[in-house]
Structure formats: C-alpha cells, structure tokens
C-alpha cells in the first residue's frame, strides 16, 4: 500500500516536500516504524505509550486529526503534522504552549476545600480529566488558527473540570481568567468535539462555562443588544422594549 507523508525539515535550509512510500503494515504508527527500519530513518515522528492513552503521535490523514497508533490507513492517504502548531520535523509539532495554557486559565488546584468526595462528584469531573493532551482538538479549532491567543477547546475543557472539583474552595479566578480570549471567542463550530479522541466535548463545555460565567454576573460582550453600538434600536421596527405583550 502507498502512503504519502508531508515533511518537513527546518535544519540547514527549511524544505517542505511529499514523500511517497510503500508499506505492508496498515496501522500507521507501525507504518512508520516500517518506514523507518526500512527505506527512510530520517523520518521523524513522535509516539510512546502506542495503545491510544499519551496522545504524543497525533497527527492529520487526509486533513482529519486522528491518533496514528489507532489508525487504520488505506491506499494514498495524505498523512502531515497537526495544525496551527510550529513544525519542528516532518510530524513532530511544538507542543510547549500546552503549560503555558493551564497557567493564563487558572486550572489546576489551588486551594483545597475541606469538602467530602463522593462517586457523583467524580462522576462530573471524570470525562475532562481523561484528556490526553494530543493537540487534536487545537488543530481542529478555525479561532485558534486565526488568533493564537485564543485559550482554545482543551484549556477550556480543563477550566470546566476544575470549575467543578469540589475540591477547588473558589473557582472565581477560573472564571475571571476564562472571559477575554475565551469562552466568548468560540463560535461553537464543534470541530473539537469531532476530532477528540477521548470523547471530549469541549464545545458543551464551553457553552457550560458561559452559563457559569453569566450566573456570576458576565455578559456575552459580543451580543447585540438594542439600542448598543451598533445603532440598532428595535422601537424604529415599532417594538416597545419596556411595553407588555
Ligand atoms: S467549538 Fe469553539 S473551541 Fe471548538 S473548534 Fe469550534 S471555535 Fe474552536
Ligand atoms: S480535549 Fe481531546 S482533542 Fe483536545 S487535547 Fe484533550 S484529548 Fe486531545
């Protein structure tokens, strides 16, 4: 079976260019190491655990976020690193913006209340704590590619699930650090939530995150309300907005 793989190599002079190669395996982290052992050792990729749990070896077959320890492949599929990160080498991206993340969004544990855990508590927080940091959903994300400094569906994701441990004695500062470049920036396109493979939702989430931000008196500052800026005054359609129906 044929694949074609993007590559790119920045060392010396930068060069992009498509390799095409031939391989008997059909899952593409063991095409790979094929490739490797056999026609190419230069090629550079990035896995570890190989069973779907590190998330180190996302990258895109045929322009979809997919963990290649998990994938089958089939003829002429395109493989090329994740989006909207820097290319390092051929499928190895730079990932160091991942710490920095948690860091402007306030979620990891802080402050811990006094409060007893019982199995519900978990139960909330369970599916956000299974992220396994594979960059696919950042990949996905059409805000994140145009404004980097947008926080973005995993670091949301997290902020929910430490909004709701228990065990976190104020979330205020999580939802404060969540309302400039954050939960009001998404559009709410659910490409994340495609892309995931650990069932994350990180567009609910966020829709979540607006409910609990609006409960502690935020507003959507991109909603058009009447009479606002954008000279939008609803008594010239002969709408009374303190009248009664
Ligand atoms: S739902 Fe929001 S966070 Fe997710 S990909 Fe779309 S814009 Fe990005
Ligand atoms: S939320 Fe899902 S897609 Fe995003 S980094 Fe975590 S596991 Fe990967």
Redesign the pocket.
């Known amino acids: 079976m044929k694949i074609n793989i993007k590559r790119f190599n920045q060392a010396n002079e930068p060069q992009k260019f498509i390799n095409e190669f031939e391989v008997s395996n059909t899952n593409l982290l063991q095409a790979f190491n094929e490739i490797k052992k056999e026609h190419d050792e230069t090629l550079t990729y990035r896995c570890g655990c190989k069973s779907g749990v590190c998330g180190s070896c996302a990258v895109r077959v045929n322009g979809v976020e997919r963990l290649a320890c998990k994938t089958n492949i089939n003829e002429n599929d395109v493989i090329e690193p994740i989006k909207n990160s820097k290319v390092i080498k051929d499928l190895v991206v730079d990932v160091s913006h991942e710490t920095l993340l948690i860091e402007k969004t306030n979620s990891f544990m802080q402050d811990n209340s006094d409060e007893e855990i019982e199995q519900k508590d978990i139960n909330k927080i369970d599916r956000q704590s299974n992220c396994i940091l594979c960059n696919s959903?950042y990949s996905?994300?059409?805000?994140?590619e145009a404004n980097k400094s947008f926080l973005?569906?995993f670091a949301?994701s997290r902020a929910l699930r430490y909004s709701n441990d228990k065990k976190m004695a104020n979330n205020d500062l999580i939802i404060d650090s969540i309302q400039s470049n954050g939960i009001w920036d998404?559009?709410?396109?659910?490409?994340?939530?495609m892309v995931c493979p650990q069932g994350i939702d990180?567009?609910m989430d966020?829709l979540q995150l607006q409910g609990l931000a609006s409960q502690k008196g935020y507003t959507n500052p991109y909603q058009a309300t009447y009479d606002s800026n954008m000279g939008f005054d609803m008594s010239d359609m002969g709408f009374d907005p303190n009248g009664s129906f």
Request: charged residues 5%; hydrophobic residues 25%; proline residues 15%.
């Open positions: 959903c996905s994300c059409p805000v994140y973005g569906p949301l998404c559009t709410l396109c659910g490409a994340c939530t990180p567009k966020i």
